[in-house]
């Protein structure tokens, strides 16, 4: 199975900082990776497909990109309603494995 | 809009059966993958198993591997995970998930999950 290893584990950061997410897959999967935003109690939401594709209706201070196997989302400037939990996941070959997750808190 | 609507959770003893099941609506389900993904009470996201439009092609997480089934009827637009063998690490939120496939697959638009509590 393709092992997704995603870092930091937990965040601090303040409004309007920049945010890096990291996500690293055991072997090459292409671009098939997403990124998926869950706040607590509620389910998960897409945010980027692809890679670098952002999914409709989701602000474009979110971004994705790839470098080889290192996958990176980037929140540009943290509004309020970001503070939550962000998973990757990649979606080459099945089982659809995701990372354990960053959770981003206020500093 | 899309909506999908898990229902069939609920408190199993060890070793026993559920049936999960998951109503699609505002899509043509027909043309859509669905899969299965759980999450245990503050852990992370697992991916259990998928379904592809038409049925022809199931697939599973190690994990639950000939204990689960991932079925669908296109006709009634719903999804079903038959789950046997139940042990106390399946113990999780079920969340059913669209699949538009393509190139890429991705899961855009999930349900409100339900809750599987396996006792000992």
């Known amino acids: 199975d393709i092992q997704m290893t995603q870092s930091p584990s937990s965040l601090s950061a303040s409004v309007g900082d920049r945010v890096t997410i990291t996500c690293r897959a055991s072997?090459?999967?292409?671009?098939?990776l997403n990124w998926y935003q869950q706040k607590a109690g509620k389910a998960p939401k897409l945010l980027i497909y692809?890679?670098?594709s952002l999914q409709s209706g989701v602000p474009s201070r979110f971004s994705g990109s790839a470098s080889g196997t290192d996958f990176t989302l980037t929140i540009s400037s943290l509004q309020p309603e970001d503070f939550a939990s962000y998973y990757c996941?990649?979606?080459?070959?099945?089982?659809?494995?995701f990372g354990q997750g960053t959770k981003l808190e206020i500093k | 809009q899309v909506q999908l609507v898990e229902s069939g959770g609920g408190v199993v003893q060890r070793g026993g059966s559920l049936r999960l099941s998951c109503a699609a609506s505002?899509?043509?389900?027909?043309?859509?993958?669905i899969h299965w993904v759980r999450q245990a009470p503050g852990k992370g996201l697992d991916w259990v198993a998928v379904?592809?439009?038409?049925?022809?092609?199931?697939f599973y997480a190690d994990s639950v591997k000939g204990r689960f089934a991932i079925s669908r009827d296109n006709s009634e637009n719903t999804v079903y995970l038959q789950m046997n063998s139940l042990r106390a690490e399946d113990t999780a939120v079920y969340y059913c998930?669209?699949?538009?496939?393509?190139?890429?697959?991705?899961?855009?638009?999930w349900g409100q999950g339900t809750l599987v509590t396996v006792s000992s």
């Open positions: 998930a669209r699949d538009p496939g393509g190139i890429t697959s991705s899961l855009d638009h």
């Open positions: 505002g899509f043509t389900f027909k043309s859509y993958g």
């Open positions: 379904i592809w439009y038409d049925g022809s092609n199931k």
């Open positions: 072997q090459s999967i292409g671009s098939y």
């Open positions: 692809a890679a670098s």
């Open positions: 996941q990649q979606s080459y070959i099945t089982p659809f494995t």
